[in-house]
């Protein structure tokens, strides 16, 4: 029997094993985290040439795994089963299967006819296969480090008694199962189990990277979003450039429309000043091209001031729509170089400030469409109180010619005000002296048989509030509430704050509403009536479009036992309470 030049013993191949797993791991480790490799992971929608080329990696990890042992009884004493085990639970079945061909038609190509290139070759191949199916069968753990080490042992054992059962003459194959079993078996099933535990390892660092990021981005874009509310404007641009820059400390932010520097905080604001045309070729480039740049030296950056402390520079057009309506640039110095990640984050920010800015033009549409629904509801108020109203007051002349009067300049109040009311908010006591223009009349029409009572907390009058929101509401309870019962009844107003909202109540004791009558007046998509609370529908709606839908009407009524309805208006500034609030 030829025993080859040199023959280790079974202690030797223990150590030397180890000693090459570990250059195998270092290597293998730095490799795995680069890209695409790094992005990699089981269950995820990957292109065909990220996972051709991790099946080749690990492929080459297989080869080196041969090179990496000990040449024993003309065959290897190897490693091959770390990189193919790994394959088939870092990458799935394609990965396993493929790197497990490579590495094992490698074994049998180099040692053809050879005395184990068949056996170690059929089982390479079936330890990645079989790799790549339990991580088909249990995604969730497929790097898991004791599955890859039950994996090693398995594997190995098998291919062994595939050494056994098809090398010849069978007692070499004794003497060498003999020799280089249990180091194979052992350095194999620890080597894989370490490997994919380090795996493991680099994408929970990975996954923390990330959520990091996510949470910058986050915080940018709920301190930017309010801002950007009013469009691309200097004040807003400004805001958003000093928010980017106290979040990601770089050397300066700057942002443009499509001419004009409209802010820059941080180096270089000396010469790059907010007013002026663009400086650099950059943003020239960047905005007629449409794709973001990452510039690493000052002369792509073109800035025409020699001494300019800018080196490096990020550049995203901000778009909307179709239409590229500025950028937002990160600048960075020799002190503070910029990064791939910036480069991903100004990426991510410069798609939610597009989003922004389109959403300005949902939200002027909004403000215009609740505009129109003033009018609509102007057209069906005025001619139906008017004649009313017109009765009323002649039915007084003869009798009551002082209340007449009174009566005359109420209607002229509240004719004025109606006519008056497309325009944005306005002031709470305003809108209340419509309400009491109202009910001054209908109390004239009714006597006593309409009583109400307006209660106004302290300070709540300069509150601004949608025109022509409140007298519907009274108006719905009044006529379908209160004239129905022969009593009549009582109706009361009442607002205060409340956690930083204005919240109005109209509540009347008349005869309440049915609860597929309340659906109406909330529904969106129902067909108007003239005898379901067209006013309440349209206050509804009006409050949804103008600040949300958090912000609708909240109706509490049952047939007999009155009405409540209640909702909030956020304060009128630029940015409203980042709370949920229900009426």
């Not at 150590?15 to 791991?25: I, K, P």
């Not at 004025?416 to 002296?433: T, Y």
């Not at 309409?450 to 409140?470: A, Q, T």
């Amino acid at each position: 029997m030829d025993l080859g030049l040199f023959i280790p013993a079974v202690p030797e191949l223990f150590v030397n094993l180890s000693q090459r797993f570990g250059l195998l791991l270092a290597g293998g480790f730095a490799i795995m985290t680069l890209a695409p490799f790094e992005r990699m992971d089981m269950g995820r929608q990957r292109p065909v040439w990220t996972t051709v080329a991790v099946t080749i990696l690990f492929g080459l990890f297989g080869i080196l795994g041969t090179y990496t042992g000990n040449y024993v009884f003309h065959s290897y004493a190897n490693l091959r089963a770390i990189g193919v085990i790994t394959a088939g639970l870092f990458g799935g079945p394609a990965v396993g299967i493929g790197a497990g061909l490579i590495a094992g038609g490698h074994r049998y190509l180099i040692d053809v006819g050879g005395f184990s290139a068949v056996p170690c070759a059929l089982a390479t191949f079936l330890e990645g296969t079989a790799a790549g199916l339990v991580a088909r069968r249990f995604p969730g753990q497929s790097l898991d480090w004791g599955v890859a080490m039950a994996l090693g042992m398995a594997g190995e054992t098998v291919h062994m008694g595939l050494v056994l059962a098809l090398s010849r003459p069978f007692d070499e194959a004794v003497d060498l199962v003999g020799l280089i079993g249990a180091p194979m078996i052992v350095i194999n099933a620890m080597g894989a189990a370490i490997f994919v535990k380090a795996l493991r390892l680099q994408r929970t660092l990975r996954d923390q990277r990330d959520s990091s990021e996510a949470r910058r981005i986050l915080s940018i874009a709920s301190q930017t979003v309010p801002h950007l509310r009013a469009g691309l404007t200097a004040l807003s641009a400004r805001a958003t450039a000093g928010i980017i820059l106290a979040e990601t400390g770089v050397a300066a932010v700057a942002v443009t429309d499509a001419t004009t520097i409209l802010a820059h905080v941080g180096a270089g604001e000396d010469h790059h000043q907010a007013g002026q045309p663009w400086r650099t070729r950059g943003t020239r480039l960047a905005f007629e091209s449409g794709t973001a740049l990452f510039l690493r030296d000052p002369g792509s950056i073109g800035c025409s001031k020699p001494d300019c402390a800018l080196r490096e520079a990020i550049i995203v057009p901000l778009r909307k729509g179709a239409a590229i309506r500025g950028c937002l640039k990160i600048y960075g110095t020799k002190d503070r170089p910029l990064t791939q990640p910036l480069f991903e984050l100004a990426k991510g920010l410069a798609d939610l400030f597009s989003t922004q800015l389109e959403l300005e033009d949902i939200g002027i549409t909004n403000q215009l469409l609740a505009h129109a629904e003033i009018r609509r509801l102007q057209a069906q108020i005025n001619p139906h109180f008017l004649f009313n109203s017109l009765n009323t007051i002649a039915s007084f002349c003869r009798t009551a010619p002082a209340q007449a009067r009174e009566l005359l300049l109420d209607l002229a109040r509240y004719m004025r005000r109606n006519l008056d009311s497309s325009r944005g908010l306005v002031r709470l006591s305003e809108e209340m002296e419509q309400v009491r223009s109202y009910l001054s009349i209908e109390q004239a029409r009714f006597g006593e048989r309409i009583r109400s009572e307006i209660d106004l907390e302290d300070g709540c009058g300069d509150w601004l509030v949608p025109p022509l929101l409140i007298q519907p509401l009274v108006e719905n309870s009044v006529r379908h509430g209160l004239q129905g019962r022969e009593e009549g009844g009582r109706v009361r107003v009442a607002a205060r704050r409340e956690n930083g909202h204005l919240r109005v109540e109209v509540e009347d004791d008349g005869l309440g509403m049915a609860p597929e009558v309340v659906g109406v007046i909330l529904s969106p998509a129902t067909v108007e009536s003239m005898s379901e609370g067209i006013g309440a529908r349209n206050s509804n709606q009006r409050l949804v479009q103008l600040f949300g839908p958090q912000y609708g009407l909240c109706i509490d009524s049952a047939p007999g036992r009155g009405s409540r309805i209640s909702f909030l208006v956020p304060p009128a500034s630029g940015s409203r309470p980042a709370v949920s609030v229900s009426p």
